[in-house]
């Protein structure tokens, strides 16, 4: 169920109060809204909120005890004070879908949209139908004939992936580690470079644009080349995503008209699985091949953290800018724009 929230009739971005809660890119988020002259606070579970008071970058620091005050405490005083509640990674995994659809306090971005993004299915279903290219599922450990990842599902930032390259390496790890898991996919492994192209679409302006791009820094992925092959071996070290931090990307120019077709597709076609369609923040997770073919694993719609390297702004938004453009920055400004002139109702979930 998705609820409404009752719109302030104001025109004036001073009666709002952008909020988030403190975890992920709130940092960003915060000091973005502040950048656009907006009002803002941010809400920490108690023990978080000393990195928000050392920055400054909110004007009210709300602390609670769990987000189970959520509904009897939080949201209340929310409402009172007009506050938009800017969404992230993390605000979606504590609230959970179910409560961020029947949230009463008004919401940046489309809720409808995270059904087809949570679920699998439906998220292929959506990404295949943009006509982008997306790596191979394979439908049974029997299948398997190539090198292919295995994921289980709800794992976060990877958590339990794992390699195999027949089906006998399949129930030899799955069985000795994972025997109660069952709710896994089997996607063939593409060879190339993780790339992340974070996107901003604005129902106001009617633009998509490329904000910025990253990779990760996972351990120990991205530490296992440090030692020689045959030390890995006799460690037997299993290979873990776990994010540690995000690094800046500039990508090749002559890739950008493809991530740009990539982008508008998926915002096209996003209109035609749910009433506003997707809009603001969101990132294809992609892997380029040697051959330059861009294979997109998956999407998360919503400001993604490999935005935070870029409070400043990136290479792309200072082409487009004349003022530091972070994700976080402009969010407010869509925000802003859309109080200004009446239509804050087409950014809101
Ligand atoms: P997220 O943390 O957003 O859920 P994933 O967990 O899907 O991201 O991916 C974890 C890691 O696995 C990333 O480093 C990603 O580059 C890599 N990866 C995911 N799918 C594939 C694939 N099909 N081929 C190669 N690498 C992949």
């Known amino acids: 169920m998705i609820s409404q929230p009752i719109l302030p009739a104001s025109t004036d ?4 109060v952008i909020a988030t809660i403190g975890s992920h890119s709130a940092l960003q988020i915060l000091k973005g809204a502040r950048d656009e002259g907006l009002r803002n606070l941010v809400i920490c579970k108690k023990g978080t909120e000393d990195v928000y008071k050392r920055y400054g970058v909110a004007d009210e620091v709300i602390v609670i005890d769990d987000w189970s005050e959520w509904d009897s405490k939080v949201e209340e005083e929310l409402i009172k004070r007009n506050a938009i509640v800017i969404p992230h990674g993390s605000f979606i995994a504590y609230m959970g879908h179910d409560k961020v659809g029947t949230m009463q306090s008004m919401y940046y971005g489309t809720k409808e949209i995270l059904h087809w993004e949570s679920d699998r299915k439906m998220e292929r279903q959506w990404l295949e139908a943009s006509n982008l290219k997306l790596p191979k599922v394979l439908e049974k450990p029997e299948d398997i004939d190539r090198s292919v990842i ?5 794992a976060g930032g990877g958590f339990g992936y794992f390699i195999a390259n027949t089906p006998e ?4 790890v799955k069985n000795r580690k994972y025997p109660d898991q069952n709710d896994f996919v089997i996607q063939e492994y593409v060879v190339g470079v993780p790339i992340y192209a974070h996107y901003f679409y604005s129902p106001i302006t009617q633009e998509l644009e490329i904000m910025s791009f990253d990779k990760r820094y996972e351990s120990n992925a991205d530490s296992i080349g440090r030692i020689k092959a045959a030390d890995q071996l006799a460690a037997n070290i299993h290979t873990s995503y776990t ?3 995000n690094i800046p990307i500039v990508v090749r120019e002559s890739l950008l008209p493809e991530f740009f077709t990539m982008g508008e ?3 096209e076609q996003s209109k035609k699985l749910c009433g506003k369609g997707l809009f603001g923040p969101f990132c294809l997770e992609c892997i380029v091949t040697r051959k330059l073919e861009i294979l997109v694993f998956e999407i998360s719609a919503r400001i993604v ?3 935070n390297p870029f409070v400043e702004g990136s290479p792309y938004t200072a082409l487009k800018y004349d003022v530091p453009m972070s994700t976080g920055r402009r969010i407010s400004r869509d925000i802003k724009e859309a109080i200004e002139s009446g239509r804050l109702e087409e950014v809101l979930g």
């Open 265 to 267: 597709n998926v915002v």
């Open 243 to 245: 994010i540690v931090g």
């Open 169 to 172: 390496q399949f129930y030899e």
């Open 13 to 16: 971005p001073k009666d709002f």
């Open 305 to 307: 953290a490999g935005t």
């Open 150 to 154: 295995i994921k289980f599902h709800g």
